[in-house]
């Protein structure tokens, strides 16, 4: 079994920036893929980025391409998502998700056994 917590939600500005952190329990993070999904008040989850087991690959839907940045520290079982330039339009619920398949990133629902309970992101025009 694993539990992952994320943190770092919030209310900001439009233009400004969030960190999101998701810290897993289990002694096998390092060959967990990670990924980021999000969602909408009325909208299904959807995909936002992706990080495979050994953070060599990273995937993300072309929405927040140069704006967000998926990253690793698997001394401290924690995966972070960077929010720049934040828009309205990225308000949502933010998930972190855990692959123990030791898979490379995917955009798929289903390819994640483990989910975190997600932290709400608001961002003001």
């Known amino acids: 079994q694993v539990h992952l917590v994320e943190s770092g939600g919030g209310l900001v500005q439009a233009g400004g920036s969030l960190r999101l952190s998701c810290t897993a329990s289990?002694?096998?993070?390092?060959?967990?893929?990670m990924g980021w999904f999000r969602q909408a008040p009325g909208k299904e989850r959807e995909f936002v980025i992706a990080?495979?087991?050994?953070?060599?690959?990273?995937k993300y839907v072309d929405s927040v391409k140069g704006r967000f940045t998926i990253s690793r520290d698997n001394a401290k079982n924690t995966v972070y998502l960077q929010m720049n330039s934040l828009k309205p339009e990225d308000t949502a619920v933010y998930y972190c998700?855990?692959?123990?398949?030791?898979?490379?990133?995917?955009?798929?629902?289903?390819?994640?056994?483990?989910w975190g309970q997600g932290t709400q992101v608001t961002v003001s025009s």
């Open positions: 289990g002694r096998t993070f390092s060959s967990y893929a």
């Open positions: 990080m495979s087991w050994s953070g060599s690959n990273t």
């Open positions: 998700a855990a692959d123990v398949d030791g898979g490379f990133g995917s955009s798929r629902r289903y390819e994640y056994e483990y």
